[in-house]
């Protein structure tokens, strides 16, 4: 059919549409449903619907519903024609709470802090679009992302969702994702408003920050998606900013959200964030999601406003905001689908982005990339390296279609002629690695009561005194348990290769773990117990260690022992009554800090692997999780570090992959290995992803998005009073001086600073010039970086070109580097391009806190231009007029 019959083909189908249907269809519903009309404005629309609806009506509407679908929709008002509000969790994914949809599968992207590595504004746009087309297509029209908190300290455990510690970067990212998800009709929420940094303490935490910290720094990411993307929603954090719970404060929620940012969209409270009816109501708070127990609106919330105490005139505004934000979005019209998703197609979107996202953090002598042609032989090793498990854990776990292990993604890659063999090196990764402390003693250094399994005997009560029978007895191979909200089906991102503890363990409960320790070297060992209630060692029948309280704490003895030894060990715990509160779950871990010699049976079959390979892989992974700690000591758990450092040993040719959400410590390791690639979590295809980074299918062009420090003692925010904070309160006296802006001001050198990431090729800076003008008859500052770069080496490559503003004029202290701007730019070998990089005029303002404003100094910066924000290849200035 030509183009115009088929014009003419569509108007006589629409002609015959409008005769027939129309009159008893639309229209019908149209005249009794005037907002039905898709030719009036979303304003339109919502003023004709509000005033059809009662006040019951509209506290229905803006109140959960925990009945609904797992907690996660809010009631169809069918006699309104108001779809319900389904939601679904992100950030990194499409999580479905309900079994019904596609076996709850959808596809699993690299995590946010993968995505913010990209540095690449078209990779982010991608990963929204997929997410929007996900979310709609498995009947959801809420995706609860992007997380916008900026990571304010290298071992937060939701740093992997977010887009890391600056908020220009953020911001770039944030925009385009939240356009890519509300390219369908899907409302995207950014969350968490505000100030929710740390886990630790989480629900009842009081963050205090200035004025200024909150502006340049916090609501930053957030106040640009609301200029830029048209942001539905904001979602409002569990815990207290400045004193007040975030959704319970009018200075959060109305004056900085609505008034000064300009939020014409919704806020709705994290899950159980919402503990009040009035108080919320006042403040800004416009959808309570569903709480617990059956939450504090509903009809409380009628009473509130028939006594007086809420104005009819606030639900209207809450009602209204929402309605507006359905109506423009497409909600009423487009409603979401159950269609199959194109699993293969987005598989392959996932591959490209965890490829783009991987760090080349350091590549002496080129060992990377590999060449099949002169291997012929692999050692892959690693604790989870043969399966795909490796995310985040908490909300925004996702069920992938598929997965694609770092073992099978590099089998795949050289085909038969190269052998690839596989050793764990260590026991399984799990959500007791979260526990502070020293690493869980290995598997095959216990011995049960019975059988030929390594590990201890295991018993569980649901009681908290061993009380009768145990409900469950097994063998466990480590003791390192986290329970509770980390055990929670569909939360889990522990190894498939451990048994999962049922959930009715999951609140109040005890155990007891029996057998011995086999000693392996003469030596004096530290034993260790990290516990939550109580948790008793005994080594031969003697109590050596008494670990009471109702706080998460680790306590040591060290012990001498004879090689061949094998004491009786028996652990003893109880959650007592701090099980179950605030989901709470038992925590308990046996750790060990051993003597140097001392290397474990798995550590040992690793190394004779990686002898007789050619070369070895070690694929080393941590796990993060949303939950109720935040294990502020950097270090791989499970050993891992010592691992690395044998197998380096035994094989010069030694590669370690790095499977992490946040930071790791890597000084006891680093100088062993030639090579390193940090691949964050990267989502169901990463052993593809890993492989093509490896073998130079891809070159890496990712950069660090956060700093890595060489330890945790050696960061900004290294005071209690700042991290976990003293008495419930959290002190941000750090300020603005987060990540690189604080490393520089404190003269703190990093392991791998903010933007690094290396090549497979290398880049050639030249001719800068900045250029400074106001424009416009609002004499608008405009700022951009002009340069000459080359690719300078044999293969075509990536580089992200980063700009940083030094100090500002002024008395203020300001940053002496904050990235103003930053350009991915993709180079054939010996090609060049000249760059232009537009710079934000933000970078060159503070956030007066008397005047309430943004100001510009006027007068000379220092511009810097690089490759990180330490490798700085170009300098010059410009000069704010
Ligand atoms: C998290 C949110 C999440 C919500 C619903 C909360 O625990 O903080 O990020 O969206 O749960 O799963």
Redesign the pocket.
């Known amino acids: 059919m030509s183009t115009k019959s088929i014009k003419i083909h569509l108007m006589i189908t629409l002609l015959l549409v409008g005769l027939f249907i129309t009159p008893f269809g639309t229209a019908m519903a149209e005249t009794s449903q005037p907002w039905m009309n898709k030719s009036l404005t979303a304003n339109e629309r919502t003023a004709l619907l509000l005033e059809h609806m009662t006040l019951e009506q509209k506290v229905q509407f803006i109140t959960g519903n925990l009945n609904n679908y797992y907690g996660f929709y809010n009631e169809e008002m069918q006699e309104l024609g108001i779809p319900a509000l389904k939601m679904a969790?992100g950030p990194a994914g499409v999580r479905i709470a309900n079994p019904d949809i596609q076996d709850k599968k959808s596809t699993a992207l690299p995590a946010p802090i993968a995505l913010a590595a990209t540095w690449d504004i078209n990779a982010a746009k991608e990963y929204g679009e997929l997410l929007g087309n996900e979310a709609f297509n498995t009947t959801h029209n809420i995706l609860?992302g992007p997380?916008l908190d900026i990571a304010r300290f290298p071992w937060g455990e939701r740093n992997f969702e977010s887009l890391g510690e600056d908020p220009l970067l953020q911001s770039k990212l944030a925009i385009p994702y939240v356009n890519g998800v509300q390219s369908y009709p899907v409302m995207a929420t950014a969350?968490?408003w505000l100030l929710n940094n740390q886990e630790t303490e989480r629900f009842t935490i009081n963050s205090i920050a200035s004025e200024r910290t909150l502006h340049e720094l916090y609501a930053r990411p957030f106040a640009e998606v609301i200029e830029h993307a048209d942001l539905s929603s904001v979602?409002c954090s569990?815990n207290q900013v400045n004193g007040v719970n975030a959704c319970e404060s009018e200075a959060v929620l109305t004056t900085l959200l609505k008034d000064q940012l300009n939020f014409n969209g919704f806020v709705m409270s994290?899950?159980g964030a919402n503990h009040t009816t009035v108080e919320s109501a006042n403040a800004g708070l416009d959808l309570e999601t569903p709480g617990e127990p059956n939450g504090y609106w509903g009809s409380q919330l009628i009473t509130a406003v028939e006594e007086g105490k809420v104005s009819e005139a606030r639900i209207d505004d809450m009602a209204t905001r929402i309605l507006t934000e359905m109506f423009s979005k497409g909600l009423f019209d487009q409603p979401a689908g159950n269609n199959p998703l194109p699993v293969e197609e987005h598989g392959q979107i996932a591959r490209e982005l965890a490829e783009q996202s991987m760090v080349l953090m350091k590549n002496e002598n080129n060992a990377l990339p590999l060449d099949e042609d002169a291997l012929d032989s692999i050692a892959v090793i690693g604790p989870d390296a043969d399966n795909a498990s490796a995310a985040g854990g908490?909300?925004?776990m996702v069920n992938p279609t598929y997965t694609v292990s770092p073992l099978e993604g590099i089998k795949n890659k050289v085909g038969e002629d190269v052998e690839v063999s596989y050793a764990p090196g260590s026991d399984p990764i799990s959500a007791g690695d979260i526990l502070p402390g020293p690493s869980a003693v290995p598997s095959s250094l216990l011995s049960p009561i019975d059988g030929d399994q390594n590990g201890l005997t295991a018993e569980y009560w649901n009681n908290i005194n061993f009380e009768g029978e145990p409900s469950l007895v097994r063998t466990d191979n480590q003791v390192n348990l986290n329970l509770g909200f980390y055990n929670y089906e569909g939360f889990n991102a522990q190894s498939p290769k451990l048994e999962t503890t049922p959930g009715d363990f999951n609140s109040e409960m005890s155990a007891r773990w029996t057998g011995q320790f086999i000693v392996p070297e003469t030596g004096d060992y530290t034993l260790s117990l990290s516990s939550l209630g109580t948790g008793k060692l005994y080594i031969n029948d003697t109590l050596v260690i008494d670990n009471e309280s109702k706080k998460l704490t680790t306590s040591k003895k060290t012990l001498s022992f004879v090689k061949g030894e094998k004491p009786d060990v028996r652990i003893e715990y109880s959650t007592g009554d701090s099980g179950g509160q605030q989901d709470f779950g038992g925590m308990i871990r046996f750790g060990w800090e051993a003597p140097t010699n001392v290397v474990d049976e798995k550590i040992q079959e690793a190394v004779e692997l990686a002898k007789k390979s050619d070369v070895a892989v070690v694929v080393t992974r941590t796990y993060d999780s949303?939950g109720y700690v935040d294990n502020s000591s950097l270090d791989l758990p499970n050993n891992q570090a010592q691992l690395i450092k044998e197998v380096a040993k035994a094989n010069p040719n030694t590669v370690v992959v790095q499977m992490s959400g946040r930071a790791v410590q890597m000084d006891t390791w680093d100088d062993e290995v030639p090579a390193i690639v940090q691949a964050w979590f990267p989502g169901q295809e990463q052993g593809n992803a890993i492989a093509n980074v490896l073998f130079g299918e891809v070159n890496p062009s990712g950069k660090l998005p956060i700093t890595f420090p060489v330890n945790e003692d050696r960061t900004p925010v290294s005071n209690e009073n700042q991290f976990p904070g003293v008495n419930g309160e959290s002190d941000y006296s750090e300020g603005i001086f987060v990540g690189y802006k604080g490393y520089e001001k404190e003269g703190i050198k990093p392991a791998y600073a903010f933007g690094h990431g290396l090549s497979y090729t290398t880049f050639d800076y030249r001719n800068v010039k900045a250029k400074a003008q106001r424009k416009g008859k609002d004499k608008d500052l405009t700022l951009s970086v002009d340069l000459n770069l080359r690719n300078t080496g044999d293969v075509a490559g990536a580089e992200v070109v980063q700009v940083y503003a030094g100090a500002l004029p002024t008395n203020v202290e300001t940053p002496t580097k904050q990235l103003a701007g930053f350009k991915k730019v993709e180079l054939k070998p010996g090609k060049q391009e000249r760059v232009k990089i537009e710079l934000d005029p933000k970078a060159f303002s503070y956030w007066d806190e008397d005047k309430g404003e943004w100001v510009t100094p006027k007068g000379e910066v220092p511009i810097y231009v690089g490759s990180s924000s330490e490798d700085i290849q170009l300098k010059t200035t410009i000069t704010i007029k």
């Open positions: 969790d609860l997380g969350k968490h979602m569990f994290d899950y908490g909300s925004s949303e």
